[in-house]
């Protein structure tokens, strides 16, 4: 069959396709395009653009705030994986050795996520408030009150402890779901030999989801290298620039300073950064299918 032949056997499937391929290219890859483009002019709407080559590049670079949102951005990221990671891979676990109440407790753990945001966000401010339940308690057992929202070394610890309680249960559910597929053939032959739960958890269910827990890692690395919305939501950055990440500084380029040429460079930076995680991303899909 010749390729006018097959264009015409298949003319309806692509008709069908148009619109989606329209939308993508006109809501994604223009707006990259357009990125890489504004990157190198100082942009005016008004009087028209102006071709600076790579002096908005050097001018970010050697901006102190893009540095500091670096490194906020990267210690968000390491925040997130020593207090987030591990909790949905441990729930998702406890909740495969139920016997009873499976339904319901997986149910429990997901609602939150389905909390909007704007409740969230006030739900989280009252919790910590200085008079608020966290701090009564805590006062109630004899320590100082902490001021999770003004003092620099409580601020982002706070945002990610807020987003792990919301976000844990979608994750979870995905683990589980993977430790559900694991032959339970394996687990009575482990019981049989004597096998406890930490050695069925360490030799039969660590193992096969493995590939599973360094893809997730891979895509929660890309998550929350994009991370603002809380970071802008609760604290705009503060207090004291300690909650400034990458992808708030570049909201903060192009609508408070009015300068889409070095907002456009910083979100190419970090394209080419997440470009490469994507890459990687891929390879091990790759071999997991594979």
């Known amino acids: ?35 890489f483009v504004y990157s190198f002019y100082q942009v005016d709407f008004v009087k028209g653009n102006t071709f600076v080559g ?15 949102a670096v490194k906020n951005t990267l210690y968000y990221m390491l925040l997130c994986l020593l207090i987030g990671f591990w909790v949905p891979i441990v729930f998702s676990i406890a909740i495969s050795e139920l016997k009873r ?15 909007p945001v704007v409740v969230l966000y006030g739900l989280w ?27 620099t070394k409580w601020s982002m610890i706070s945002l990610v402890f ?15 779901a993977a430790v559900l597929s694991i032959p339970r053939d394996l687990y009575e032959a482990a019981e049989i030999d004597g096998a406890g739960v930490w050695n069925r958890i360490r030799h039969i269910t660590l193992p096969f989801i493995r ?14 290298s994009q991370g603002f919305q809380s970071q802008f939501a609760m ?18 380029y192009a ?10 460079a910083l979100g190419v930076l970090m394209f080419l950064v997440l470009g490469g995680l994507a890459v990687l991303q891929h390879r091990l899909s790759s071999r997991e299918v594979n």
């Open 162 to 176: 807020m987003e792990t309680w919301q976000q844990f249960g979608a994750a979870m559910l995905i683990y589980l």
């Open 1 to 35: 069959m010749g390729t006018s032949a097959r264009f015409k056997k298949h003319i309806w499937g692509y008709l069908f396709i148009v619109p989606a391929a329209v939308i993508f290219i006109l809501f994604l890859w223009m707006p990259i395009v357009k990125g």
């Open 235 to 252: 604290l705009d950055g503060g207090p004291n620039n300690a909650t400034l990440t990458y992808a708030l500084l570049i909201v903060k």
């Open 101 to 115: 109440f499976q339904g319901f407790v997986r149910v429990a753990a997901y609602l939150p996520n389905v909390i």
């Open 54 to 68: 790579l002096d908005n590049f050097r001018t970010v670079l050697h901006d102190q705030d893009v540095w500091t």
């Open 125 to 151: 401010r009252w919790m910590y408030d200085p008079v608020g339940p966290i701090n009564a308690t805590i006062a109630q057992a004899g320590f100082e009150p902490i001021s999770f929202m003004t003092d």
């Open 255 to 264: 609508f408070t300073r009015l300068d889409y040429g070095a907002a456009s």
């Open 211 to 224: 590939n599973l827990v360094i893809l997730l890692l891979i895509l929660q690395l890309i998550a929350t």
